[in-house]
T-cell receptor, first 114, second 114 residues
């Protein structure tokens, strides 16, 4: 089955700096890669995703890059703000076409300090 | 309506009790999921329903019994649970169509087994 590794497990940055979280996956058939943000006591929230036919996707301060050859993808957050503090999970799946089975990374706890 | 709702928010039950968790979505999604999340861990898939039929059971113990009465509702029946089953139980849904596999999570039910 799919295995997703995520690094680092914790990340502390100063407000305004950039944060980068990296994930690697094992299943070459995976073609959908979402990122979820989970604040303490709240639901995982989909913040950005990328499909295998795209190398990069950006949404305001958030961007995701995908290298299918190396089987890794990364989340980039620029100009970090205190409200970016949360746990971030990457995931991979073989969707679409079947009920999507997400395999999650182990999570990165991001802390943005003032 | 772009939200997945779950009830109850919190549940405390004894090991001999029978209780049910409820999940509802009105986005017309045809795939629904149950996940279990322990503290500081990623969500762990339990069950997947596609078009109201159980399509994936991740070898979950029989003390957890899922049910999908219709395309908008998903239940998880609990019986004879163990203290180690205490966790946040998340429901999610996704569109069962090609090209769209985003999963949207509900707020979860925090279950404590005493």
């Amino acid at each position: 089955g799919e295995n997703v590794e995520q690094h680092p497990s914790t990340l502390s940055v100063q407000e305004g700096d950039s944060a980068v979280i990296k994930c690697t996956y094992s299943d070459s058939a995976s073609n959908y890669f979402p990122w979820y943000k989970q604040e303490l006591g709240k639901r995982p929230q989909l913040i950005i995703d990328i499909r295998s036919n795209v190398g990069e996707k950006k949404d305001q301060r958030i961007a995701v890059t995908l290298n299918k050859t190396a089987k890794h993808f990364s989340l980039h957050i620029t100009e970090t703000q205190p409200e970016d503090s949360a746990v971030y999970f990457c995931a991979a799946s073989r969707g679409p076409g079947t009920a999507s089975k997400l395999t999650f990374g182990t999570g990165t706890r991001l802390q943005v300090t003032l | 309506d772009t939200e997945v709702t779950q009830t109850p928010k919190h549940l405390v039950m004894g090991m001999t009790n029978k209780k049910s968790l409820k999940c509802e979505q009105h986005m017309g999604h045809r795939a629904m999921y149950w996940y279990k999340q322990k503290a500081k861990k990623p969500p762990e898939l339990m069950f997947v329903y596609s078009y109201e039929k159980l399509s994936i059971n991740e070898s979950v113990p029989s003390r957890f019994s899922p049910e999908c009465p219709n395309s908008s509702l998903l239940n998880l029946h609990l019986h004879a649970l163990q203290p180690e089953d205490s966790a946040l139980y998340l429901c999610a849904s996704s569109q069962y169509t090609l090209g769209s596999v985003e999963q949207y999570f509900g707020p979860g039910t925090r279950l404590t087994v005493t």
